[in-house]
């Protein structure tokens, strides 16, 4: 089943915590337009993060700062050859920020 989440005009909060990569086979798509929003994820869990953004910003848990273009954040321990989460995270106007605590 995928899941597509989008935050317009407002903030949102994706917490990804309780998810593991065998729950999840389809991509998980997390939009935000005009708004702000945070996506939070364990750093346990292999999980990737296709990160899109224009005219916007979006802050990875490495320090990585995005205004325009794309970026792939990976947890510790995420390779392509194990189950991982798969994350695309679009920020478009407005902010994202990931958290792994």
Known sequence: ???DVTVVFGHGRLDLTGIRPEDRKDPIEFTTVFGSSTL??????PTRVTLSSAFGGAKAPDGTQLAF??????TPGQTDDVPF???RA???FGGLEIEAP
Not at 40 to 45: E, F, K, N, S
Not at 69 to 74: A, E, F, S
Request: glycine share 4%; aromatic share 10%.
């Open 40 to 45: 939070r994820l364990d750093p346990a869990v």
């Open 1 to 3: 089943m995928k899941m």
């Open 69 to 74: 273009g794309t970026y792939v954040y990976r």
């Open 85 to 87: 989460l798969d994350v």
């Open 90 to 92: 679009t920020v478009v």
